[in-house]
């Protein structure tokens, strides 16, 4: 095999795992190749994986235009400004966030030029152990053809939509995310099977474009990872919203007619229910994607849940061979996938790459934002952890009262002997970067006094979490 199709470092899947750990190898100066199979409309490659094309990015430019004609068409008229003659130009809003989308996989190629990483676009597939000891032989398939070896391979192939049996997705009427984020008339009436993160902010967008958004939920608890405190106050406003929220109900069979779907299901009291939509968004969860990687012709081993089994530092089975993001274990993040592809490269490099799954902060891009990091009082108390904890609401804020959003409230959680910071939940106006604060002052294994004394700028929103800070002492200067 000629020199240049020989690598020291191999990243299989371009998305945001794949894409930074590219990146980082070819900063330490590794001859880094990255292979990705993502096509766009014309065929073209499209890097970014899932969160750039059909996940974190469209989701949230229709996040953003959605909370625009909602505001245009409620909230600015208290601030005195009306508006007449407002209409919903769909189309140009999903060719925006086309333009969103592609803005973001364009970038991701500039910087793989600018980083001297190869593309090869393409499905990568273990071909087999290398001849001497040049690592694996990968072959690229789809709309490049090629054969190459690496010394190190990191695998980051990401993740799927979950099916419900019965219901396979045609992306018509049955949608995962990817026909969630593409449907081109509002539908009158909307499903949701699922009240988890795709479901509520899917659900948010389609409701304030003016469908009557249904959904169902398996568990008898609303956002059950969520500090309860919280999940209750974000309930509470989305039902005022208008979504029609129905937990622990049982899913029956899923019919398809010519323009509709009909869900029998039973509800929390076991009654049967049936409830016929003009579309149905299935958001019940994620699967690991090892579709054509080949892991059997190497011997690559999973899981009894079908992820790449990797230790804490991301090693598989296979030496030299590494695994990263939502093909592996842990939460199905971006940013968790990114650092954990930034570690690997660094490992590689024989540098001591960390990831500190502690301070993973999650975010809920709905409105109210809800956000969080660290440990919840339900998970303290089940621990057996003495904790005290503040809070202080966004209503006592003078910035939010300048915005006109006053839901929701900041609440810090601390150790109640040595008021180390455990965990800041977060629900309320803009809170996806108010959380921030909290994850660093977490990594600085700040106590709830660091932040209360830190000087914060007035008026922001920010200093609800100097205030639910100060309130873990009971000495809440505004409320
Ligand atoms: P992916 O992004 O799935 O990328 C994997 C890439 O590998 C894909 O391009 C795929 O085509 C390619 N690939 C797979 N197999 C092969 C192969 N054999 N050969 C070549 N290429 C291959 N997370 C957040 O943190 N914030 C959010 O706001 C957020 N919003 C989301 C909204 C939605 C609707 C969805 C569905 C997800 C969202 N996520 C969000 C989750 C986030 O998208 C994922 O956690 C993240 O994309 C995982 O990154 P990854 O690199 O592991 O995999
Ligand atoms: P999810 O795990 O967030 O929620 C799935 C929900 O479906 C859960 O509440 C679950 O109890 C419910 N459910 C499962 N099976 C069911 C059934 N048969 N009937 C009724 N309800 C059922 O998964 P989701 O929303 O599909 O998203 C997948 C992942 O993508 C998320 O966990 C998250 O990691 C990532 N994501 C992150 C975002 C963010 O960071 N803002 C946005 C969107 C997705």
Not at 222 to 245: N, P, Y
Request: charged letters at 20%; one cysteine or more.
């Amino acid at each position: 095999m000629s020199t240049e199709k020989q690598f020291d470092v191999v990243v299989i899947g371009g998305g945001p795992g794949g894409y930074v750990a590219a990146i980082r190898a070819a900063q330490l100066g590794f001859k880094t190749a990255c292979i990705d199979e993502w096509q766009n409309t014309k065929g073209g490659p499209a890097l970014g994986g899932t969160c750039t094309n059909v996940g974190c990015i469209p989701s949230k430019a229709l996040l953003q235009s959605s909370e625009h004609f909602e505001h245009a068409g409620h909230a600015f008229k208290e601030h005195g400004i009306n508006v007449s003659g407002l209409e919903l130009d769909l189309a140009q809003m999903l060719k925006r966030k086309d333009g969103v989308v592609k803005a973001n996989n364009d970038g991701i190629v500039y910087l793989f030029k600018k980083n001297k990483v190869t593309f090869f676009h393409g499905r990568g597939t273990f071909a087999g152990k290398a001849e001497g000891d040049g690592g694996y032989t990968i072959n690229v398939s789809g709309p490049s053809t090629d054969s190459i070896t690496a010394k190190n391979v990191i695998v980051a192939t990401g993740s799927n939509a979950r099916e419900l049996p019965g219901a396979e997705f045609d992306e018509k009427l049955i949608l995962s995310n990817t026909g969630a984020l593409a449907i081109d008339g509002v539908p009158a009436r909307l499903g949701v099977i699922g009240a988890g993160v795709i479901g509520l902010e899917m659900g948010s967008v389609w409701r304030r474009l003016g469908a009557q958004v249904t959904v169902l939920e398996g568990l008898p608890t609303f956002l059950g990872a969520v500090d309860q405190q919280i999940a209750k106050e974000a309930h509470k406003a989305f039902v005022k919203q208008g979504l029609a929220i129905h937990l622990g109900v049982k899913i029956g069979s899923i019919t398809k007619g010519a323009n509709d779907v009909t869900v029998e299901y039973a509800d929390a009291t076991g009654a049967a229910q049936t409830v016929t939509f003009d579309r149905l968004i299935v958001s019940i969860g994620r699967v690991p994607n090892t579709n054509g990687l080949g892991v059997e012709t190497v011997g690559l081993q999973l899981d009894e849940r079908g992820f790449i089994g990797v230790d804490g530092e991301c090693r598989t089975n296979l030496p030299g061979v590494w695994a990263v993001g939502d093909v592996v274990r842990g939460p199905m993040l971006a940013h968790k996938a990114e650092e954990e592809g930034v570690a690997v490269a660094e490992r590689i490099a024989g540098q001591h790459g960390h990831v500190n799954f502690d301070t993973i902060p999650w975010v809920i891009y709905t409105s109210p934002e809800i956000a969080w990091v660290g440990k919840t009082e339900e998970q303290l108390k089940a621990a057996g952890v003495a904790y005290k904890a503040g809070s202080f609401p966004f209503m006592a804020n003078g910035r939010a009262r300048a915005l006109g959003d006053t839901t929701g409230m900041v609440k810090v959680i601390a150790d109640a002997t040595t008021d180390e910071i455990l965990g800041v939940h977060m629900v309320g106006p803009v809170v996806s970067e108010l959380i921030s604060e909290a994850v660093v002052a977490m990594e600085f294994k700040a106590a709830a006094e660091d932040i209360a004394r830190i000087c914060h700028a007035h008026p922001t929103l920010s200093e609800a979490t100097k205030e639910a800070a100060l309130a873990v002492d009971k000495r809440s200067l505004n409320f």
